[in-house]
């Protein structure tokens, strides 16, 4: 059976549908699992060894006209043929992400094989077979389909990009890996109605790893160059709130910018440059002083840990963020 969760409140989960073939007779799993994955994905033939008692279970997100859908599936054989390209087109790029496991791929002019942090590249309009998996192996991994028309580049120079190696180790591809892993983990801090923007932060960052891998971004649009560079910027706070020494500065030169365009950068967003690295800070110190795990932590260590220097400046600045001193709030969490 087919679960739902369609809710828009606060701390509730996007538009999600979770599928489990162990909700299914052992028996009837496999032909289950096919009809789903016609009805939810491009049309593909699949086989198994394993059809007898096939164990998948899959989330599908849906994030506006974008999809993402965290899977782990154990070893088949899919074949996206000519007649079913013939029969029916979306039009759509997909993108699979390797967590766990191995897969490779084979078209008519060439092969690839993948591993963890690799990614899988695949246009609907052409004919491909993905073989999932090896022996007993269950394969994790994090797929997304993106329509064609979507994507802030050229169709042809989509086209290219789709057929070139693709990676999720550093770079953009980090970027895009980063964004599909911390979302896929956990939906609950999002509402029904940010699917829409964060499906268009997802196209931005396919669209930015297609010119990188073509080292076009001037193909890319100006906003969507503008999106993935705020992204990329948060993403880097994110990584460097332990060392006190972060600051806009920093941030505009590991980006290669002026602090000027930094600070322009952020004019539309809900927060300057400066209140989102203080207030990350603050939010993983808070974190840490809920843990109880850290209870014999003191509270300057933890402050420190997360870049501030001066005890007296972070219990200022808690205060004014969450209305209790630092020491009252941890005592109010046990």
Not at 255 to 274: A, K, M, N, P, Q
Request: aromatic share 8%; hydrophobic share 35%; with cysteine.
């Amino acid at each position: 059976m087919t679960s739902w969760a369609v809710t828009s409140g606060p701390g509730k989960p996007v538009i999600e549908t979770v599928y489990r073939t162990e909700d299914y007779p052992p028996a009837e799993r496999f032909d289950h699992w096919r009809e789903w994955m016609g009805r939810t994905h491009v049309p593909v033939d699949l086989t198994s060894e394993y059809a007898a008692d096939f164990r998948a279970h899959q989330r599908t997100l849906l994030l506006g006209a974008a999809t993402v859908w965290p899977s782990t599936v154990q070893p088949l054989l899919s074949r996206r043929t000519a007649k079913l390209v013939r029969r029916s087109d979306p039009e759509t790029y997909n993108l699979t992400l390797v967590l766990e496991g191995t897969a490779s791929a084979s078209w008519d002019d060439r092969e690839a094989e993948y591993h963890p942090y690799d990614l899988h590249g695949q246009s609907s309009s052409q004919p491909c077979t993905v073989q999932v998996g090896r022996r007993d192996q269950l394969v994790r991994c994090v797929g997304v389909e993106i329509p064609k028309d979507l994507l802030a580049l050229p169709r042809k120079s989509a086209d290219r990009a789709i057929d070139r190696p693709l990676s999720a180790r550093e770079g953009v591809g980090a970027l895009l890996a980063g964004f599909l892993t911390r979302l896929s983990a956990d939906t609950t801090a999002y509402r029904a109605t940010d699917g829409p923007r964060l499906g268009a932060v997802l196209t931005d960052l396919v669209s930015a790893l297609f010119a990188h891998v073509l080292d076009s971004d001037r193909e890319l649009s100006p906003e969507a160059h503008r999106r993935t560079l705020t992204l990329s910027v948060r993403s880097f706070v994110n990584r460097n709130l332990h060392n006190p020494d972060l600051t806009p500065s920093v941030v505009a030169a590991a980006h290669h910018i002026s602090t000027s365009y930094l600070y322009r950068l952020f004019r539309d967003e809900d927060v300057t440059i400066g209140a989102l690295i203080r207030q990350e800070r603050l939010e993983r110190a808070r974190r840490d002083l809920a843990d109880p795990t850290q209870r014999g932590v003191p509270v300057h260590e933890i402050a420190a840990r997360w870049g501030f220097t001066h005890h007296s400046a972070f219990t200022r600045a808690f205060r004014a963020a969450y209305d209790t001193s630092p020491s009252d709030f941890r005592q109010a969490t046990r």
